[in-house]
């Protein structure tokens, strides 16, 4: 019995950490989306957009192995609530890859056009980089990139520990992403409204805010799974 137990242990200890790779790889997405916008570069877009490719794989092989522990070991309270909160996290974790690959389709779509002359924006990559960025970069969207690039390190970690001591700082950075989201929202439809013609820019940049702000909602959900998972009771955290 003991020997079965360490193999089921091992298992799912396997199991944490394959999550755990599969989060660095979103992790990886969504910095690299991010800068592939700011600097307009398809090559750093078209890099994002092959890792998905590996978050799906990781996702089917992870669900394999987790069902395979429920049908042959039949875990019984946390082991199984610890399972069961993987099988829901991978789907979270898969859908913020999604988000990830559609801000850098974003980006390659605003490749080689001059970016809008304001402050939400983003600066391309020419001679007189470095003067064009402090004037016109994308200063909120990389920052909500940068809340939710910690979100889901410090979940993903809190998943593998079994630790909820994050949980609260998770929920409120996600109320922080959601504020700086509704800024650039704003700030970009009154740009459309002055000047019609940024309309396209501004309305893919608005997007790509709320891909930043939905990643940050699947992080949360990552959250109410971990508290499911220590205590056995299911809370809204939203």
């Known amino acids: 019995m003991d020997t079965i137990r360490k193999s089921f242990g091992d298992e799912l200890q396997e199991i944490k950490q394959d999550i755990l790779k599969m989060g660095s790889v979103v992790e990886e997405m969504l910095v690299g989306s991010v ?21 799906d794989s990781y996702n089917v092989v992870i669900e394999e192995r987790c069902l395979r522990l429920l049908a042959l070991q039949q875990p019984m309270a946390r082991d199984l609530r610890t399972i069961a909160a993987g099988l829901y996290i991978i789907k979270d974790v898969e859908r ?5 690959l559609d801000i850098a389709k974003a980006a390659r779509k605003l490749a080689g056009i001059d970016p809008i002359s304001d402050a939400s924006v983003a600066c391309s990559r020419r001679n007189d980089a470095s003067v064009a960025c402090s004037r016109r970069n994308l200063v909120k969207i990389p920052k909500m990139a940068q809340i939710v ?17 994050v949980i609260a700082d998770v929920v409120r950075k996600d109320d922080e992403v959601d504020a ?21 820019q501004a309305v893919e940049l608005i997007l790509v805010a709320r891909y930043l702000e939905r990643i940050a909602d699947h992080i949360t959900n990552v959250g109410e799974r971990i ?4 205590t056995g009771e299911f809370k809204e955290l939203h």
């Open 35 to 55: 800068r592939a916008l700011q600097l307009r570069d398809e090559i750093v877009a078209d890099e994002v957009i092959a890792k998905d490719d590996v978050v």
């Open 96 to 100: 913020m890859g999604d988000y990830a």
């Open 149 to 165: 690039q910690g979100m889901l390190h410090d979940s993903l970690q809190a998943f593998v520990n079994h630790s909820m001591v």
């Open 180 to 200: 700086l989201y509704r800024q650039v929202r704003d700030e970009l439809i009154s740009l459309i409204q002055e000047k019609p013609e940024t309309a396209p």
């Open 227 to 230: 508290v499911y998972m220590e």
